[in-house]
């Protein structure tokens, strides 16, 4: 008896996934997120998870979605009407080749999932990084298990997503704050609107959920661990706005063709 008691307790800390602390993280983030800093092997793998299956159903749910405004003509450009049949087969056939698998499916689960990770990683490294300068000695595997599991707000803002689409039958076009800023979106307008666009109650109660769990993992006050996280975060806010950037400054260098691919 006493080798099979020994034998579950070995089974449960070799065990990487904790679904049961989804629901606590949610509703008890203090105290959960107390004793997930506080474990000293790898339990960041059930968030993850979690968050990239959502994902995963979020975008095979808005693919039909956008398949079928694309086939109404609900995404034209202003003033197509003006443009010469020429430019007007070009954009409709760009359109066309958008309603395929690959781009409604295929490549939105990609860069999502590898978003994800990266942020995963980016947060989790600058974190301990930032830590480590403030004075903590903590192991960067406690780095690495909060930042997974403040990355679950995350997913319950896909869940919503995709509950909005199911009812609504439309897809988030201005995520964030970044419906605040309308018009031409040039330079640092651009750039702002891309920052904006990681802004939103989701990611404030992600923020929360470090600040919970940053003093107990680097074993720091307040007042050294709170602005270590913050610098992190604005670290990689910049870095997670370059692609949003990009993508407008790319889409500017083409504005004397007046259609989009």
Request: glycine fraction near 6%; charge should be positive.
């Amino acid at each position: 008896m006493e080798t099979t008691v020994t034998e579950i307790k070995e089974k449960s800390k070799k065990n990487p996934f904790h679904f049961e602390w989804i629901l606590p993280v949610i509703f008890r983030p203090r105290k959960t997120i107390e004793k997930i800093t506080s474990q000293e092997k790898s339990v960041w793998l059930t968030p993850l998870l979690v968050v990239s299956a959502l994902i995963i159903i979020a975008t095979l749910v808005a693919g039909p979605i956008k398949r079928n405004i694309i086939q109404m003509g609900l995404n034209t450009p202003e003033n197509f009407q003006y443009y010469s049949q020429e430019q007007q087969a070009q954009f409709m056939s760009a359109q066309a080749n958008r309603t395929s698998p690959l781009f409604l499916y295929v490549f939105p689960i990609f860069t999502s999932l590898a978003g994800l990770w990266v942020t995963w990683f980016l947060l989790s490294s600058l974190l301990h990084l930032s830590l480590t300068l403030a004075g903590s000695r903590a192991q960067n595997v406690r780095s690495y298990n909060l930042a997974g599991w403040s990355l679950l707000p995350i997913g319950v803002r896909h869940l919503v997503q995709i509950v909005a689409m199911l009812a609504t039958k439309t897809v988030v076009s201005n995520p964030g704050l970044s419906g605040f800023m309308t018009g031409d979106l040039k330079g640092f307008t651009a750039f702002a609107a891309a920052l904006l666009g990681l802004i939103d109650l989701y990611f404030v109660w992600q923020i929360i959920l470090l600040l919970l769990g940053v003093c107990p993992l680097s074993s720091l006050k307040r007042s050294k661990a709170w602005p270590a996280t913050a610098v992190s975060l604005l670290i990689l806010m910049l870095l997670m706005s370059l692609p949003g950037f990009l993508s407008h400054a790319l889409s500017g260098l083409t504005t004397s063709t007046p259609f989009f691919f």
